[in-house]
């Protein structure tokens, strides 16, 4: 796995390497607006994982995910904070983002 320092950094990383879908949150799921693909827990894995804490402001910890789907054969990435500030999603996706592999 790489080295990044930012999350600019890993998102750049990812892209160059065909992870160039963006997933968001949509309704407990993560969804792609390009591709108009709902990914529930089972329909991807998590290949990478990067974390980035902030030093000043704990609004800037986040987490980058590399997420793989061979049920849609795509490649993209997801950008979570995490913390107090992490968005709310089910306590499935949730497990599932604490578990990659």
């Not at 994982?49 to 849609?72: A, C, H, T, W």
């Not at 979570?80 to 992490?86: D, E, H, L, M, Q």
């Given at each position: 796995m790489?080295?990044?320092q930012?999350?600019?950094?890993?998102?750049?990383?990812?892209?160059?390497r065909?992870?160039?879908?963006?997933?968001?949150?949509?309704?407990?799921?993560?969804?792609?607006?390009?591709?108009?693909?709902?990914?529930?827990?089972?329909?991807?894995?998590?290949?990478?994982?990067?974390?980035?804490?902030?030093?000043?402001?704990?609004?800037?910890?986040s987490?980058?995910?590399?997420?793989?789907?061979?049920k849609?054969?795509?490649?993209g990435?997801?950008?979570?904070?995490?913390?107090?500030?992490?968005?709310?999603?089910?306590e499935?996706?949730?497990k599932?983002l604490?578990?990659?592999?």
């Amino acid at each position: 796995m790489e080295n990044y320092q930012t999350v600019s950094e890993a998102l750049a990383g990812l892209k160059n390497r065909g992870f160039n879908l963006d997933f968001n949150l949509a309704n407990g799921v993560l969804h792609s607006s390009s591709e108009n693909i709902y990914l529930q827990p089972d329909d991807f894995t998590i290949s990478e994982l990067y974390r980035f804490e902030g030093m000043s402001d704990p609004g800037d910890n986040s987490i980058v995910y590399g997420i793989e789907s061979d049920k849609y054969h795509v490649k993209g990435v997801f950008v979570n904070a995490y913390g107090v500030y992490s968005d709310d999603i089910s306590e499935e996706l949730l497990k599932k983002l604490n578990t990659p592999g």
